[in-house]
């Protein structure tokens, strides 16, 4: 985001963003490597796990299939495919499990149809349409509303836009508290986990979830700061 706005105050907004992000970074990362190494008693592997609580559920016709790469678990619900990464598929450590369930409680929230998810997945095309639009419609009023009389509307109709990312942010957060929410319910239910380490399980998901919580705060700061902006032309 470096564009010519440089030399105005307004960029300072951008450092807490940016060390609260990195902040919830670090901690997930740490949780991450604690618990991936510390194995569950049950040795039940996040695979196992997924399919056992898909199917206590009633769940059908969703796969559990392993990805590449380090913490890239996620639920796609176009095609319906649990995505366990490789720390997580044939492992069975705290985070393994946890983070398993954790996907898992995605599905659910389809299955079961919760409003926060729905309405989230509804207006996935519309922030990705605003995510490009945002910053060439700023970056034009900034460059050429001194040539151009009026121009600098874009400014402030470009902050709006990136309004949308900030609404996508804040309607993520229950949707990835719920998913945990389940994830160790289902957990408890099941008895994979002992007490112990359903208090690490929690540690883990709770560690995770403030990346959520990260990347909403940033996007409003980054939304204050274009609003200061376009308020100033
Ligand atoms: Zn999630």
């Known amino acids: 985001m470096f564009f010519p706005f440089y030399l105005d105050w307004t960029w300072l907004l951008l450092i807490p963003a940016l060390i609260v992000t990195i902040w919830a970074q670090a901690k997930v990362s740490s949780a991450y490597k604690k618990y991936s190494q510390i194995p569950a008693q049950s040795g039940v592997t996040g695979r196992e796990f997924a399919q056992s609580m898909l199917r206590q559920n009633g769940v059908d016709g969703v796969a559990v299939q392993p990805v590449a790469g380090d ?18 598929y044939a492992k069975h450590s705290i985070a393994a ?45 900034i460059l050429f509303s001194a040539r151009v009389p009026g121009l600098e509307i874009l400014v402030s109709i470009g902050a709006w836009v990136y309004f949308a990312v900030v609404i996508f942010q804040l309607i993520t957060l229950p949707v990835e508290f719920n998913a945990s929410k389940r994830a160790m319910a289902n957990i408890s239910a099941s008895g994979v986990l002992t007490v112990q380490e359903q208090t690490e399980a929690k540690r883990m998901l709770s560690a995770a979830a403030m990346t959520y919580v990260a990347a909403m705060l940033a996007s409003f700061l980054s939304f204050l700061r274009l609003f200061l902006l376009s308020r100033r032309r």
């Open 97 to 141: 499990v946890s983070i398993a369930a954790h996907e898992c409680g995605h599905v659910l929230q389809k299955y079961k149809k919760y409003g926060p998810m729905r309405v989230r997945n509804a207006i996935v095309p519309v922030v990705n349409f605003a995510t490009r639009l945002a910053f060439p419609l700023i970056l034009i009023g």
């Open 71 to 88: 913490m890239t678990d996620h639920f796609d619900p176009r095609n319906n495919t649990v995505n366990l990464s490789e720390g997580v």
